[in-house]
């Protein structure tokens, strides 16, 4: 059934297409949707400015059966400035963008959408981008539903003493005494890192090697890498 439609958005992506249109890839909490913006590459279009990746907006879209949605106005809830100035930002907003945009389908998506405005709110604001990012992440994981276990061991239940190992398809670390299990080695310095982030505190020195233990998860869920996660760790080591 044809009709428009009023939803709030986060955009994941925009693609030039033939003549003057845009495609944009939107989060919205129902899902991830495909919409066209007509016109939005010309010089007097209204839309182009308000619909740029990592911004939050209300948007009115046509939706009609077997057609992609045609997106017929737009007005901006937060436009997160810093995150199209500041490298470091920009290249974190775009790992949290791209999580989203290979993730979400047509399924609900609420928990995603808020929490990806949430984080991509903190990492606008935080004066540490780079703790706000592994914050965003860790949130995202468990709004998709595989937040992890960084309280006690995954196999056996018990503290959670070295050597430890992460096991990206149980989403937690094994202690020593479950070193048969294999795994990911894994410092206490990640484990403090990833608890101090779930916590909402700084992650201190531990914060590298969790933001890598994550992108194995995300690899392993997406089963792809994060195309945007080299780039963001280049900006952040340079």
């Known amino acids: 059934m044809s009709g428009y439609r009023e939803t709030q958005a986060v955009v994941l992506r ?29 010089a007097k279009s209204r839309l182009a400015g308000l619909l740029q990746p990592a911004s939050l907006v209300q948007v009115t879209l046509y939706e009609r059966p077997g057609a992609q949605a045609v ?6 809830i937060a436009s997160f400035r810093r995150l199209h100035e500041d490298l470091l930002r920009v290249s974190a907003a775009q790992v949290l963008l791209e999580i989203c945009d ?8 609420l928990r995603p959408f808020a929490m990806l405005a949430q984080a ?24 998709y539903g595989w937040g992890l276990e960084l309280s006690r061991c995954v196999d056996c239940g018990g503290e959670l003493r070295p050597p430890l190992k992460y096991q990206v398809e ?5 202690c020593g005494r479950c070193a048969a299990m294999g795994g990911v080695a894994a410092g206490e310095a990640a484990l ?28 392993a869920h997406l089963e792809a890498p994060l195309r945007s996660a080299a780039f963001a760790e280049s900006v952040l080591d340079g």
């Open 14 to 42: 925009s693609q030039d297409l033939r003549e003057a249109d845009r495609r944009l890839s939107l989060l919205t909490p129902e899902g991830r949707c495909l919409a066209r913006v007509p016109g939005a590459r010309k």
């Open 71 to 76: 997106v017929t106005g737009a007005s901006q």
């Open 102 to 109: 290979v993730q979400s389908g047509e399924e609900e998506a």
């Open 120 to 143: 991509l709110r903190l990492l606008d604001e935080s004066p540490d981008p780079a703790s706000a990012w592994l914050q965003g992440e860790l949130g995202l994981l468990a709004a």
């Open 170 to 174: 149980l989403g937690g670390f094994t």
């Open 192 to 219: 403090s890192a990833l608890r101090a982030s779930a916590a909402g505190e700084a992650p201190g020195p531990g914060a590298a090697e969790a933001r890598a233990l994550l992108h194995l998860t995300w690899r």
